[in-house]
């Protein structure tokens, strides 16, 4: 039973959970072990009261522990019983990334001091089996991680330099600085990681990759591990996989108006080959998951030939090529075949084998979706010939190809239209939407008038939701390709690439710069973004000699 300093049921509705702060002297004093533990966190304090978020206030261990934080800190109780939701946002902002490794830090320094007074016996044994299982190790490794998915990074790059061991993570497409490691502990956390994704820990001199699982707030995340020798030591890097976020709808990746329809339709056909081009990192494999859940019906047999499998999707056959055993997209692609397939995905065509047999497969009858490294959708065309692709082979088999990039958005709760626009910027707005098809600006709700208007661009100020950075998240910019009646023609005369892009401006296509653009002008990114993936120092030249 609660005593009288404690007052419960206060509605949680009259806080303003997005906007807290939790004050870190509040709870320097109440172990995160504890917090987490029992469910309850001080979060706001007066001259005479606490206010304390609490999971579950009927719990009797929850209660008791309430009523000995009231009696230590004098001070009355106020309870809000809240979601878990919100009690996990709360929980984020009072983690303290350095605090609790240089606590794991002082536990290992105090575990090697206590080695070093045992026995012979035990000194004799190797330091990696004893460092490797040590408690604060795992904790540290623990927290790198947590830390990660707190902060909606995509990737963690744990780097020996000279002096230390540096923790990077890459939030929204960019590294960011975070730990500083005693370079001593370097060796401990890799073969910590090791462990976790069952590679070979004293294999220290070639790459080694693995994936592990670990279980947060109830969400399990993958992990994609792969060691890297280097000068110093070995170097990790693990790509976040989380389910949830990984199969996302076309429409929240950034494909809208004409381009999103274009994509449904041809992905409704029964055969052909539809490629995503792009760099590394530039979502291709996101787009294949979201396309993948489309066509993921009963009825419809989905055979996937992945490097890695990166999100496991219920009611698909998913199989990771191994190159070392001879498993290979090419070899991969012969039986998978033998399984009568409706539709396969190959991960990515690397090699003319591979082209050669995705051409085949899309010919005979099967829908075929891959990935091409090249800079735009139109340098697909070419580079398939280069790969030893027939022209007339090509033209009957492939049918679009989406080329991609990713840019930073602006937040939504900080977004500010910006002050005055140069006269530089709107000229090169205007010279990009003077390119772009009537009905793709009326798809996305502008008109040929506003081609030549003064165009409003938006920034982020920054804010407590994205960390005062003013972008948070990423969105898409695209450009389709369909390859029509028309262009399929003009391949089999193997034509130059120059042409092709002339076909496709004639059939209205748009390009990911104009695409880009029109997303700034909605508000959703800067133009500086657009910029940055998208320069062409060429353009820029027509740009102005035009304007001159």
């Known amino acids: 039973m609660i005593d009288d300093s404690v007052v419960q049921s206060n509605d949680s509705s009259d806080v303003n959970w997005e906007n807290i702060m939790v004050p870190k002297d509040l709870v320097s004093s109440v172990p995160l072990e504890s917090i987490e533990k029992y469910g309850f966190i001080p979060f706001r304090s007066s001259d005479d009261s606490i206010d304390v978020a609490v999971l579950d206030a009927d ?7 309430i009523q000995f934080y009231s009696r230590k800190n004098e001070k ?46 035990l000194r004799r044994k190797r330091v990696s089996d004893t460092v490797i299982q ?19 990074a995509s990737d963690i790059h744990i780097e020996p330099i000279e002096d230390n061991v540096r923790v990077r993570y890459r939030v929204d497409g960019v590294l960011h600085s975070s730990i500083f490691l005693p370079q001593k502990v370097g060796p401990a956390i890799v073969s910590r990681i090791k462990i ?30 792969s060691t890297f020798p280097v000068a110093h030591g070995e170097k990790v890097v693990m790509r976040i996989l989380d389910k949830n976020e990984g199969l996302v709808s076309l429409d929240d990746l950034g494909l809208r108006g004409e381009e999103l329809s274009k994509v449904k339709r041809i992905i409704e056909e029964p055969f052909g080959i539809i490629l995503v081009t792009g760099p590394t990192g530039s979502g291709k494999s996101t787009t294949l998951y979201s396309i993948l859940n489309i066509l993921n019906k009963e009825g419809v047999n989905i055979v996937t030939l992945e490097d890695p499998v990166e999100y496991m999707v219920d009611g698909v056959s998913q199989s990771q090529v191994k190159p070392e055993i001879d498993y290979t997209f090419a070899s991969g692609l012969r039986s998978v075949l033998r399984q009568d397939p409706d539709v396969i995905m190959v991960g ?69 239209e910006q002050e ?34 003064e165009h409003k661009l938006y920034y982020g100020k920054g804010c407590s939701k ?14 389709t390709l369909e390859v029509d009646r028309v262009l399929a023609k003009s391949i089999n005369q193997n034509i130059s690439r120059g042409d092709i892009e002339d076909i496709a401006k004639r059939s209205g296509f748009t390009t990911m710069k104009q695409d880009g653009i029109i997303k700034a002008l909605q508000g959703l990114t800067t133009f500086e973004e657009i910029q940055r993936v998208t320069e062409d120092d060429s353009e ?4 102005q000699a035009k304007g001159d």
């Open 134 to 152: 040590d408690a604060p190790v795992a904790k540290m490794v623990e927290v790198i991680l947590k830390n990660a998915i707190d902060g909606k």
């Open 466 to 479: 994205c960390q005062k950075n003013g972008m948070k998240g990423r969105i898409g910019i695209f450009e």
């Open 420 to 453: 005055g626009v140069s006269p530089e910027i709107q000229k090169i707005i205007n010279y990009e939407l003077g390119k772009v098809s009537s009905g793709v600006l009326e798809g996305l709700g502008l008109s040929q008038s506003d081609v030549n208007g």
């Open 76 to 121: 009355k109780v106020r309870v809000f019983q809240v979601t878990g939701e919100i009690f996990n946002n709360l929980i984020k902002r009072v983690k303290n990334p350095e605090v609790e490794i240089g606590k794991a830090l002082r536990d290992l320094e105090d575990s090697d001091n206590e080695e070093k007074k045992s026995s012979a016996t």
């Open 59 to 65: 719990d009797i261990n929850t209660q008791n522990v």
């Open 348 to 416: 990515e065509i690397r090699d003319s084998e591979t082209a050669e047999l995705a051409i085949h497969a899309a010919l005979t009858g099967h829908l075929v979706l891959s990935t091409l490294h090249t800079n735009d959708s139109v340098g697909a065309i070419p580079r398939l010939i280069d790969m030893g692709i027939q022209p007339f082979l090509l033209s009957s088999a492939l049918k679009l190809v989406v080329g991609q990039r990713l840019v930073r958005k602006i937040c939504s709760d900080c977004r500010t």
């Open 196 to 225: 976790l994704a069952n590679l070979k820990i004293d294999e220290k001199r070639k790459p080694q990759d693995g994936r592990f699982r670990i279980n947060d707030l109830n969400e399990m995340i993958d992990f994609r591990v």
């Open 540 to 543: 820029e030249e027509a740009i």
